[in-house]
Structure formats: structure tokens, C-alpha cells
């Protein structure tokens, strides 16, 4: 068996034994509050609350290799979780938890590794009232609970809670709100923490870069990414563009699987290149079917779409002398793709429109910041392995690309059938 046929063989193989475990779409540590206060009398509150259910697992044992699509056949471990979050998300009057009136009401969210809920809360009269965000810090002492605040007629106002900052007052009269928290830069560390802690996105820049390639092709490609990303950020923040979220996450997963084949087909000999072609357009073929029978969230379009971009740009490369150079299209494309992701969180806070430019422009610096710091960590450390003189090239793209290939296509088969 030829090198190409064995490295072919090697690479499905090793997709297959590396599958990861469930782990969910932007696994950071992050909640997302919407409150709307009442002075009253009495004083009352709705709740609208976003959290990644990674956290959840984490802070109830009792829900581990349960979905939150299963959650709803469980009655007990849905009302564990709705107990769990009642009580550490609440509204506080003279030192007592507000009562809950009525039932607390599953939302639909954007992103299938999250939960949201909903509900209302009555106080006794009380002037002296506070909020509290205390979920999770017992389990991921990190966390960032992020709450968007608005009391009576008052300009909604962003709040974040911490670890050594779980509850703020609200301070007394009507048209009293609590104070900002940091603007632009509250939504700059929320971008850093949104890329650092995104593993399909890091799993994407880091295909993108398993191929090494000088300072000049690193730059292009980090280049087109960014700014198609910036893009689409904005057009879904501002609400010009919204397309589904699952069918969006689900195409993040394949845009990562369609780079470590190319990666393959780059590195390889022409046995090799014409299996990982055969393989991709099985992958589009079967996928466009399935969306064509309704079996997945993709709508058949634009699987067809995205699976004509890609076959295209394998014979396009196939046809240059330095097929490398062509990488920036391929980051710009799948880009346009990542950025209605990123767009996710931004959306699900419904920011009153005078809020969108700051949270947009500083979100989107702290998604570049940490971009750049993972490029400038991850690029030389690759350039390093792929010099050795004892370690093949060949081999540390190909396994690099079966790891990347695994997680993947198990983001996208999980997120299309969710």
C-alpha cells in the first residue's frame, strides 16, 4: 500500500477514534440575564435567563449524558434546574427572595448547548432592593454573568456579576438604575472570553494554521477571516440578516471538517487528493439529502451552496502553483459563516438600539484581541514541529487534521439532527 493509500486510511481512522466527548457549541462560562423591575407597590420582576448548559452539568451532577432536548422528558431534573436557577438568580427585598409567581417557562434559545427560561417574580413593599447573579461560581469559579437592566422607565443598563460581586443594589425611587459597568470595555472582555473559550472557532483558526506557511499567508488568512467575521457580526447584531441559529452552528461544525480535509488534499499525493474529493462530495451529498427529506436544521440550499464553494476551490487550488495562497478565500467564505456565531450572544441580550454600536464595536475588538493572541501563540509552536527534521510533515498535518475532522463532523452531525 502506497504512502497516499496509508495516510487516506490513517486519516479516517484516526477521525473516528478521536470523536470528542458531547461537549457543547462556545463552551465558556457565561450567562445572560434581561431584568425588567417594578417598584411597585409591590415591587415585581420578569426574568429572562440564557445559560450554557456545559455550566449546568457542572453544577448538577444529576444531569450528566442528559441533552436539554431531553430535559423535558425528566419532569425531576427539570425541576432541579429551574429550582437551581430561581434561586441564584433573584430579586432581593429587605433580605428576602421575592416569590415566584407562576411556573417558570422554557424558552427556545439560538445556540442547542444552551437553555433559557423566563419567569416572574412578586416582592412584599420594600424600598431597599437588590439583584443577585450567583449561578455556577461553585462549580466554575470564573464565570461571567452579564445582565441587562432596566427599573421602571429608567435607560436599561448593563450589569456584570462575579465571583466577589454576586449582588448589586438597586438603588431607592422609580427612576433609579444601577450605575454602568465598564461600556465598551465590559463587552471587550466578553469577545475575549467568547474566542478563548469558543472550541469550534479555535478548532477552525487552528486547522486554518496546521499547514505552518510563512508570516505573509498567515497574515491573509487571518486577514479574510476577520473581516468577513466583522461582517456578518454586524449584520446579525443590527438585525439586517437572521438566519436560523442551529442551522448556522451546524455549518460552523462543517466549514471545520471541509478545512482538515483540504488540509489533507494539500499535503497529499494524487490517490490522496482524489479520495479526500470523493469524500467531501459523499459528505455534501448525503447531508443535502437528508436536508431535502427535512431529516437536519441546514436548509438543502445551502448545503448545495456551501458543498459547490468547496469542491470549486479544491479544483481551483488544483490548478495553481501555490494553491497556499488561495487559503484567505477559504477563511473569508467560512468566515461569513462564523461571524452570524459570534453575532449569537449579542442578539439573545436584546440591547436597546442607543447600546448596539458599543456593545458591537467592543465585543468585536475583544473576538480580534483574542484571536490574535491564540494566532501568535499557536503559529510559531506549528512552525517549530513542522521543522524537524525527525518528525514528517506530512504526518503532523494529517493527524492534526483527523483530530480537527472528528470534532468537526461531530459538530455537525449533533447540531443538524438537534
Same mark, same amino acid.
Not at 470595555?185 to 483558526?205: C, M, Q, R, S
Not at 456593545?359 to 513542522?386: C, D, H, K, S
Given at each position: 500500500? /502506497?504512502?497516499?493509500?496509508?495516510?487516506? *486510511?490513517?486519516?479516517? *481512522?484516526?477521525?473516528?477514534?478521536?470523536?470528542?466527548?458531547?461537549?457543547?457549541?462556545?463552551?465558556?462560562?457565561?450567562?445572560?440575564?434581561?431584568? =425588567?423591575?417594578?417598584?411597585?407597590?409591590?415591587?415585581?420582576?420578569? $426574568?429572562?435567563?440564557?445559560?450554557?448548559?456545559? =455550566?449546568?452539568?457542572?453544577?448538577?451532577?444529576?444531569?450528566?449524558? %442528559?441533552?436539554?432536548?431531553?430535559?423535558?422528558?425528566?419532569?425531576?431534573?427539570?425541576?432541579?434546574?429551574?429550582?437551581?436557577?430561581?434561586?441564584?438568580?433573584?430579586?432581593?427585598?429587605?433580605?428576602? =427572595?421575592?416569590? %415566584?409567581?407562576?411556573?417558570?417557562? /422554557?424558552?427556545?434559545?439560538?445556540?442547542?448547548?444552551?437553555?433559557?427560561?423566563?419567569?416572574?417574580?412578586?416582592?412584599?413593599?420594600?424600598?431597599?432592593?437588590?439583584?443577585?447573579?450567583?449561578?455556577?461560581?461553585?462549580?466554575?469559579?470564573?464565570?461571567?454573568?452579564?445582565?441587562?437592566?432596566?427599573?421602571?422607565?429608567?435607560?436599561?443598563?448593563?450589569?456584570?456579576?462575579?465571583?466577589?460581586?454576586?449582588?448589586?443594589?438597586?438603588?431607592?425611587?422609580?427612576?433609579?438604575?444601577?450605575?454602568?459597568?465598564?461600556?465598551?470595555?465590559?463587552?471587550?472582555?466578553?469577545?475575549?472570553?467568547?474566542?478563548?473559550?469558543?472550541?469550534?472557532?479555535?478548532?477552525?483558526?487552528?486547522?486554518?494554521?496546521?499547514?505552518?506557511?510563512?508570516?505573509?499567508?498567515?497574515?491573509?488568512?487571518?486577514?479574510?477571516?476577520? #473581516?468577513?467575521?466583522?461582517?456578518?457580526?454586524?449584520?446579525?447584531?443590527?438585525?439586517? %440578516? &437572521?438566519?436560523?441559529?442551529?442551522?448556522?452552528?451546524?455549518?460552523?461544525?462543517?466549514?471545520?471538517?471541509?478545512?482538515?480535509?483540504?488540509?489533507?488534499?494539500?499535503?497529499?499525493?494524487?490517490?490522496?487528493?482524489?479520495?479526500?474529493?470523493?469524500?467531501?462530495?459523499? #459528505?455534501?451529498? %448525503?447531508?443535502?439529502?437528508?436536508?431535502?427529506?427535512?431529516?437536519?436544521? !441546514?436548509?438543502?440550499?445551502?448545503?448545495?451552496? !456551501?458543498?459547490?464553494?468547496?469542491?470549486?476551490?479544491?479544483?481551483?487550488?488544483?490548478?495553481?502553483?501555490?494553491?497556499?495562497?488561495?487559503?484567505?478565500?477559504?477563511?473569508?467564505?467560512?468566515?461569513?459563516?462564523?461571524?452570524?456565531?459570534?453575532?449569537? $450572544?449579542?442578539?439573545?441580550?436584546?440591547?436597546?438600539?442607543? &447600546? @448596539?454600536?458599543?456593545?458591537?464595536?467592543?465585543?468585536? !475588538?475583544?473576538?480580534?484581541?483574542?484571536?490574535?493572541?491564540?494566532?501568535?501563540?499557536?503559529?510559531? @509552536?506549528?512552525?517549530?514541529?513542522?521543522?524537524?527534521?525527525?518528525?514528517?510533515?506530512?504526518?503532523?498535518?494529517? *493527524?492534526?487534521?483527523?483530530?480537527?475532522?472528528?470534532?468537526?463532523?461531530?459538530?455537525?452531525?449533533?447540531?443538524?439532527?438537534?
Amino acid at each position: 500500500m /502506497s504512502w497516499t493509500r496509508r495516510g487516506f *486510511a490513517a486519516l479516517l *481512522a484516526a477521525a473516528a477514534l478521536a470523536a470528542p466527548e458531547p461537549v457543547h457549541a462556545h463552551g465558556r462560562s457565561t450567562s445572560i440575564a434581561a431584568w =425588567d423591575v417594578r417598584s411597585g407597590p409591590p415591587a415585581s420582576a420578569r $426574568v429572562h435567563l440564557r445559560v450554557a448548559w456545559a =455550566d449546568l452539568q457542572r453544577a448538577l451532577p444529576a444531569l450528566g449524558g %442528559v441533552t436539554p432536548a431531553g430535559l423535558a422528558a425528566r419532569p425531576a431534573l427539570a425541576q432541579a434546574v429551574d429550582a437551581y436557577l430561581v434561586e441564584r438568580y433573584a430579586l432581593v427585598a429587605d433580605g428576602r =427572595d421575592c416569590a %415566584v409567581d407562576g411556573r417558570v417557562a /422554557s424558552l427556545p434559545t439560538s445556540d442547542p448547548g444552551h437553555v433559557a427560561r423566563r419567569w416572574r417574580v412578586v416582592c412584599p413593599d420594600a424600598r431597599l432592593l437588590h439583584l443577585r447573579g450567583a449561578g455556577f461560581f461553585e462549580a466554575v469559579a470564573s464565570h461571567l454573568h452579564l445582565a441587562r437592566i432596566r427599573r421602571d422607565d429608567a435607560r436599561p443598563v448593563e450589569q456584570v456579576f462575579l465571583l466577589d460581586r454576586s449582588e448589586i443594589a438597586l438603588a431607592e425611587g422609580t427612576d433609579a438604575a444601577p450605575p454602568p459597568a465598564g461600556g465598551v470595555a465590559t463587552f471587550i472582555g466578553l469577545g475575549v472570553e467568547h474566542i478563548a473559550t469558543g472550541y469550534d472557532h479555535l478548532a477552525f483558526l487552528l486547522a486554518l494554521l496546521l499547514l505552518g506557511g510563512s508570516i505573509l499567508e498567515v497574515a491573509t488568512i487571518v486577514t479574510g477571516f476577520t #473581516l468577513a467575521h466583522s461582517v456578518t457580526l454586524a449584520l446579525g447584531v443590527l438585525g439586517w %440578516v &437572521r438566519p436560523e441559529a442551529a442551522a448556522v452552528e451546524a455549518l460552523i461544525g462543517l466549514s471545520i471538517a471541509v478545512v482538515a480535509l483540504e488540509n489533507a488534499w494539500l499535503v497529499g499525493g494524487p490517490r490522496l487528493r482524489r479520495g479526500v474529493g470523493i469524500a467531501l462530495a459523499a #459528505l455534501f451529498a %448525503v447531508a443535502s439529502a437528508a436536508a431535502a427529506l427535512g431529516r437536519v436544521a !441546514v436548509p438543502a440550499a445551502a448545503l448545495v451552496g !456551501v458543498g459547490l464553494f468547496s469542491l470549486c476551490y479544491l479544483g481551483l487550488a488544483a490548478r495553481v502553483a501555490r494553491p497556499f495562497r488561495l487559503r484567505w478565500l477559504l477563511a473569508f467564505v467560512f468566515g461569513l459563516i462564523h461571524g452570524f456565531g459570534f453575532a449569537g $450572544v449579542l442578539v439573545e441580550m436584546a440591547l436597546p438600539p442607543e &447600546r @448596539l454600536a458599543p456593545a458591537l464595536f467592543g465585543f468585536n !475588538v475583544g473576538v480580534e484581541l483574542g484571536q490574535l493572541t491564540i494566532v501568535a501563540l499557536a503559529w510559531p @509552536l506549528l512552525r517549530f514541529l513542522l521543522s524537524r527534521a525527525w518528525l514528517p510533515r506530512t504526518l503532523v498535518v494529517q *493527524a492534526g487534521s483527523a483530530a480537527v475532522l472528528a470534532a468537526g463532523l461531530f459538530w455537525f452531525v449533533s447540531r443538524a439532527l438537534a
